[in-house]
């Protein structure tokens, strides 16, 4: 066990380093100059030189790499372009702000979506299981933007329950949260049903009812547990993204989250702000995955003698 | 004994038979037409994408108005016998927008999809094959691709490269080859131990050989499927980018643009945010209920 996580540990160690190269690079070849973005356009070349030494740009990039990789670990990400703020200072309080959507997303999503996927399969081919699955369907297929545009103008406009935009009052989260939340609440009922029929046709869901165990002690015990790999896989990646922030839900509801900074850096060219954005995206998805791989291990034993070397 | 010579005596009629052509293997191909046919939900999506197809490629026979044409005395109209769907900000008739949208959606889809196909096969076909170190390779710059978040990793590459239609087919078609690359690369994995690819080899048939002639003709279906399920997905990404404003722009309709223009006017006139909506929905419910019905018609262990 503790091998496999240390291997694990060591290959995201990998990525995470070749994700900071991709990102260090990719941002050398953003067309405009963000000093010459950041200076009036009548600046003299002297200033623009002494900025450009002041922020390290001109020294040879390889040195300007390791800066950079320097500054990640310190947790120090420079400042913005444009608002001088602390990078991590910025990114710390749209994380605050993500978070509190991305768990109450998750919630709802996760509820909704395994009750849900789990009643389909124990009526299987009953009404009951084609409207569930046919909403699932139309969960997953519909843009989030679009749904979200739908509950304001039902809730927000029509009824006039709910406010439409900001993220100030609690009742304000009710709508994006739903809204970030029904798309992925349609995957996890669909795989949750697919994953329990996989398992109660299993031979042990048999022997445990044929033992005597009641249907509902079975379903518990045996088929939810048995049935979680494929519902963990898809719930990590769903937690990773919602965790980088719904820049759409985001902007439909003006919420100041990650994907709101993201938006904003890239259009400002906000070259600190950009790295520092992109290089937090990156590794919360990067240890999600890890945080999935070691829960299969602790959920399947037969992940961590077997195949666990397997990339 | 009499009994055995029978069962001999019917085995080689059957065998005469096929030989004669009086009765035929019912090969692979007719068999998954035969179990798609049967799927009623993906006959009825299939109608659907056949329908969308023709309405894309007809639009201007379709749609009632040009959907550049601007009527200033129907600006913000609500819905009538003259503008079903309304008339937008600058009064261009809603329906035909959506229309010719949905030229749009499906060209981006298909190409994407190529795009992404290409680079994916090529990927997940030479890691498979070779395996070590070039499969080590590849699978890290696959994890790297697929660490990033799909919409802000389109957003960085439009952002990069500029905005445009041709930009927007490679940002799709670089956001989903890591898909394509891992299914071909396990496939390849499995199909390299075949005793087909050994006798390839050992009557001399080069790696390129091998993997263009045996290999990929053999995830065929995988492929088909793939392609079918990675265009409403791409269909998705064009939506949310063109809504964002880094995708489509105006004045080219596109259903993820007229949505957030609709934005500013949801309470005056929601025709006009739930009606592009709905046909992304129903574009994207069509293509991944008939992928799902291929894929179990081709291959039932796709299914995940």
Known sequence: MVSYISKRIVQTAVV????SLVTFLLLQVVPGDP???????RADPATIAAVRHQLGLDL???QQYLNFVNGVIHLDLGNSYFTKAPVFASLFRAFQVTLKLASLSFLFAIVLGISCGMIAALYRGKWLDSSLMTLSIIGV?????????????????KLNL???SGFDTPIAYILPSIALGTRYAGSIARITRTSMLDVIKQDYIRTARAKGAKRRAVII????????????????????????????IEKVFSIPGIGKLAVDSMSNRDLPLLEGTVMYIALVFVVVNLLVDISYAFIDPRIRYGKGAAS | MKKFFSFFNKQKKFEEDILNGEMEYSSYYKDSLKRFRRNKAAMFCLSIIVLLGLVALLASIVAPYDPSYQDYTSVLAQPSAKHWFGADEYGRDILSRIIYGTRVSLSIGIFAQLLASIIGITLGAVAGYFGGIVDSVISRIMEIFSAFPD????????????????????????????????MIRGAVIQLKEKEYVEASRASGGTSFRIIVKHLIPNCLSTIIVLVTLGIPNAIMYEASLSFLGLGIQPPTPSWGNMISAAQSVIGFLPVYSIMPGIAIMITVIAFNIFGDGLRDALDPKLRT
Do not use: C
Request: net charge positive; hydrophobic share 60%; proline share 5%.
């Open chain 1, 16 to 19: 995470l380093l070749g994700i």
């Open chain 1, 35 to 41: 000093v010459a973005l950041m200076l009036d356009r």
């Open chain 1, 60 to 62: 040879p990039l390889p």
């Open chain 1, 141 to 157: 297929s519909a843009p989030s933007f679009w749904i979200a545009i739908i509950l304001q103008i039902i809730f927000g406009l």
């Open chain 1, 162 to 164: 709910l406010p439409i």
């Open chain 1, 221 to 248: 015990h045996h088929a939810l547990k048995n049935a979680m790999i494929p519902i963990i896989t898809l719930v990590g990646t769903e937690l990773g993204n919602m965790l980088t922030g719904s820049m759409l």
């Open chain 2, 151 to 182: 919409l802000i990793f389109a957003m960085a590459i439009m952002t990069f490269m500029g905005k445009g239609v041709l930009n927007l087919y490679i940002a799709l078609g670089l956001l989903t080859w890591v898909r394509t690359a891992r």
